[in-house]
C-alpha cells in the first residue's frame, strides 16, 4: 500500500553537502512517522533522523546539528539535508515509514564521503 523510493545520494568529499530525497506513492495519507537509516558494511543500521507527521524531528549525537529532516506531508516526500559531511557518514541510507499498515522500507541510496 506503499512504497518509497530514496535517491540523492551520491560521492562527496569531507566538508560537503547532499540532500536526500524519499518519494512515497501508494496511500501516502496513511502514513505516521517517517525516518532515515543508514547502515555500512559490517555495522548495524542505525538511525539517522526521525521526524512525526506533526513536524518533530529527533536526532542522534553523531549527526546532530549537521543533519536536518523535513517533510511535505502532501507529496508524500521526506528529505535530509546533510552539511558538514564526514568520512564515518558514508553509508547506504534507507527511508523508513510507519503507517496504518506497518513499516515500509526504501531499496537504499549510497552515501560516500571520501577526497
Known amino acids: 500500500q506503499v512504497q518509497l523510493v530514496e535517491s540523492g545520494g551520491g560521492l562527496v568529499q569531507p566538508g560537503g553537502s547532499l540532500r536526500l530525497s524519499c518519494a512515497a506513492s501508494?496511500?501516502?495519507?496513511?502514513?505516521?512517522?517517517m525516518a532515515w537509516y543508514r547502515q555500512a558494511p559490517g555495522n548495524q543500521r542505525e538511525l539517522v533522523a526521525t521526524i512525526t507527521r506533526g513536524g518533530r524531528t529527533d536526532y542522534p549525537d553523531a549527526v546532530k546539528g549537521r543533519c536536518t529532516i523535513s517533510r511535505d506531508n502532501a507529496k508524500g516526500t521526506v528529505f535530509l539535508q546533510m552539511n558538514d559531511l564526514k568520512p564515518e557518514d558514508t553509508a547506504v541510507y534507507y527511508c523508513?515509514?510507519?503507517?496504518?499498515?506497518?513499516?515500509?522500507w526504501g531499496q537504499g541510496t549510497q552515501v560516500t564521503v571520501s577526497s
Open positions: 501508494g496511500r501516502i495519507v496513511s502514513i505516521n512517522d
Open positions: 523508513n515509514a510507519k503507517s496504518w499498515y506497518g513499516d515500509h
